[in-house]
């Protein structure tokens, strides 16, 4: 198995109070990912780094901040917890090239009360 | 832009019968394909890939998948399924020339295998 951990694995929280969730690779790829996942929705992307500090945004970014300060973790923060972001949430992490295998984290299952 | 759809969000079938898992892709640009299976409470995993070439692929456990260009189609087929092909499966796209290597994810079909 590829050497993804994410913490934690299941949380509940306030709104309106900060979360943050992390992820670790032990495989040193150069991109990582922060995705939710939704009945219905399938994944989706929240935001992506392609390197140490190198950061954007995906298709569903608004409430959230990443950061990148190490290869090998890439932090997710929502910033004030709403209710719409009670999810599942997958870190993956892939080397370079759109022809490669994405390799996914065991989840982190958000509660946002 | 890209889109995935995956018309059936439940598919039930006996075991030891064949299955067909639809899935349906809109690029405007050329994209790579995969398969990824999510088995309870576990990540995603990878079941199979179109690169190029030959248009049948074949994966784990079994499976295999036909790209058809025409029809923007990469349906997954499983011959005779077992109980413990019981998941949601989640068909991706990548466009080829993305520097973000992003995955673009359909809304999932779960497989209910039953005795």
């Known amino acids: 198995d590829a050497g993804i951990t994410q913490s934690p694995r299941h949380k509940v929280t306030e709104t309106g109070t900060p979360v943050t969730l992390r992820c670790h690779q032990t495989e040193n790829h150069r991109y990582m990912y922060w995705y939710r996942q939704d009945p219905g929705h399938g994944l989706r992307l929240i935001h992506y780094?392609?390197?140490?500090?190198?950061?954007d945004k995906g298709e569903v970014s608004d409430g959230y901040s990443v950061s990148r300060s190490k290869t090998e973790d890439f932090l997710l923060t929502l910033e004030s917890a709403t209710s719409s972001q009670t999810s599942v949430y997958f870190c993956a992490i892939r080397s370079q090239g759109a022809n490669t295998e994405a390799f996914f984290g065991q989840g982190t299952r958000l509660t946002v009360v | 832009a890209q889109s995935v759809t995956q018309l059936d969000s439940q598919v039930p079938v006996f075991e030891e019968a064949p299955v067909e898992l639809r899935c349906n892709y809109s690029s405007s640009v050329s994209v790579y394909l995969f398969w990824y299976v999510q088995y309870p409470n576990q990540g995603l995993q990878l079941l199979l890939k179109y690169l190029s070439g030959s248009t049948l692929v074949k994966g784990i456990n079994g499976f295999e998948a036909e790209f058809n260009k025409s029809q923007t189609s990469f349906h997954l087929r499983k011959p005779s399924v077992h109980i413990s092909d019981t998941a949601e499966y989640f068909c991706a796209v990548t466009p080829r020339e993305d520097s973000s290597y992003k995955l673009i994810f359909g809304s999932g079909t779960r497989l209910l295998v039953r005795p």
């Open positions: 780094s392609y390197g140490v500090k190198d950061t």
